[in-house]
C-alpha cells in the first residue's frame, strides 16, 4: 500500500513520455513507444495485482510471517 503512489506516479509519467514519442515520432519511434507503453501496462497490472496477492498468500504461512522478510 505504501509503494502504490510511487509505482503509480513513474509509471503514468512513463506513459506521458510514450504518448509525446507516440505523437511527434517517426517509424521506429512510434513502434518503441508502443512497446514501451505496453510493457508498462504489463509492469503495472503486475506490480498492483499480482505482487499483492502473492504477498497475501505467502503472509498466510507462518515461516514467511517474519517482518524482517518484507524489509519492514
Known sequence: D??????????VNTLIACFVL????????RGFAITLAIGVLISMFSAIFV?????????????????????V
Open 51 to 71: 505482487t499483492k496477492t502473492l504477498m497475501a498468500v505467502a503472509t498466510r504461512f507462518e515461516g514467511l510471517r517474519k517482518t524482517a522478510l518484507y524489509g
Open 22 to 29: 507516440l505523437i511527434f515520432g517517426v517509424g521506429i519511434v
Open 2 to 11: 505504501k509503494a502504490f503512489s510511487s509505482i503509480f506516479d513513474s509509471n
